[in-house]
T-cell receptor, first 112, second 111 residues
């Protein structure tokens, strides 16, 4: 089944404790991205990647890092999480040429 | 990016058609109109997209005005599973890779 998976689905952590949210897709898509969703602000893009070893900032990249060493994986790294990073995070990959984006199930992160 | 305007919420009876409107008066000639929906506790899901002509797929139909300044997503026979937030999004053809989500329309289906 074609899908985007994220882990963990839920995470509660404390300020400053480094964490990684993994994202994997099995559709051989070149483009992947991360979004965060907050009440009243909608979905905002954090980082995206056009292909392996090619990443770029989205609208709200501060406090986040990403890497793209393999086509299928695109982890999101919070090196020193802060409470304002409490949010619902979605990973997505894009199909070419249909331009359809496929989203993962989401990771709900709480930073205390 | 060109913006879209949608009603905040709509209600519809189960098993009846639903017409979800979207205004995009500043659309450019290269903008595709995409629709996504987000079911409760899930990630956004692609519904349909089009450029100028009306489009149909297994989930819905997209009716695009002749001047392209508005469009309508049509769910032909709404079910309870169609209750979701529906987003109308404009995208340049493989230009900006980002999806810019607005606040969308929250669709409630009445049994």
């Amino acid at each position: 089944e074609a899908q985007v998976t994220q882990n963990p689905r839920y995470l509660i952590t404390v300020t400053g404790k480094k964490l990684t949210v993994t994202c994997s897709q099995n559709m051989n898509h070149e483009y992947m991205s991360w979004y965060r969703q907050d009440p009243g602000l909608g979905l905002r893009q954090i980082y995206y990647s056009m292909n392996v070893e090619v990443t770029d900032k989205g609208d709200v990249p501060e406090g986040y890092k990403v890497s793209r060493k393999e086509k299928r994986n695109f982890p999101l790294i919070l090196e020193s999480p802060s409470p304002n990073q409490t949010s619902l995070y979605f990973c997505a990959s894009r199909d070419y040429p249909t331009d359809t984006q496929y989203f993962g199930p989401g990771t709900r992160l709480t930073v205390l | 990016d060109a913006k879209t305007t949608q009603p905040n919420s709509m209600e519809s009876n189960e098993e009846e058609p639903v017409h979800l409107p979207c205004n995009h008066s500043t659309i450019s000639g290269t903008d595709y109109i995409h629709w996504y929906r987000q079911l409760p506790s899930q990630g956004p899901e692609y519904v349909i997209h089009g450029l100028t002509s009306n489009v149909n797929n297994r989930m819905a139909s997209l009716a695009i005005a002749e001047d392209r300044k508005s469009s309508t997503l049509i769910l032909h026979r709404a079910t309870l599973r169609d209750a979701a937030v529906y987003y109308c999004i404009l995208r340049h053809n493989f230009g900006n890779e980002k999806l810019t989500f607005g606040t969308g329309t929250r669709l409630t289906i009445i049994p």
